[in-house]
């Protein structure tokens, strides 16, 4: 059976946890489009604590918009700022100058849609973990189906989910902020590197 998931930007350990226990992977595109979510923004551990980086995106002419036609705006020279942030906060982390050169093409290269951006960022680092999950977008709206993990991962609002209890693990920070869970899957992969796969199981 499928698990469902939203689109996501650098997502969290928990949707990448989704990912390696389920074979099939079904993201949302047909969804109308929310605001402040994991779709577009994710949470990395910087020198001052939690930072927040979010990809900004076109608005729509019309009230509701499909997360599939979401385009990515080129205010504010984000990808500089995002990449420079990541630079910051990772650059002394154990793994760091070993993936810096499969993350930066990323920041260096224009993307049309977010979709296409976040399903792109995703494919690179289930093949850094090693994890090919059977990834394909919906073609429809369901508002309810089995495994569904649209609403569950949210930044604002998080739900419970019994199947992901985060332990801690080796963070740069961690002394001077204490354990900070779940945050972007570059945090477990820059600190634990390939053995981020066997966090995520």
Known sequence: MPCLLS???????????????FDEIRIE???????????????IASA????????????????KCFTRDIRI?????W???HWQA??????????????EDDFRPFYEQKYDF?????????????????ISPDIRHTTVYEPVVANDFRT??????PQPDLHFSPTPYYQIFRDKHGFLPNLSIVDLLFNMGKEGVEYIR
């Open 7 to 21: 689109t996501a930007y650098l997502a969290p350990i928990q949707y990448y946890a989704k990912l390696a226990s």
């Open 29 to 43: 595109v047909c969804e109308n489009y929310p605001k402040q979510t994991y779709r577009n923004r994710c949470h």
């Open 48 to 63: 001052n604590g939690v930072q927040a980086l979010t990809v900004p995106v076109e608005k729509p002419d019309t009230p």
């Open 73 to 77: 705006s080129e205010h504010g020279y």
């Open 79 to 81: 990808r500089h700022v």
């Open 86 to 99: 990541l630079v910051s906060a990772y650059r002394t982390s154990p793994f760091f100058e070993y993936l």
């Open 114 to 130: 977010l979709v296409d951006f976040n399903d792109a960022l995703q494919a690179m680092i289930c093949s850094l973990l090693e």
């Open 152 to 157: 569950v991962i949210d930044p604002r609002h």
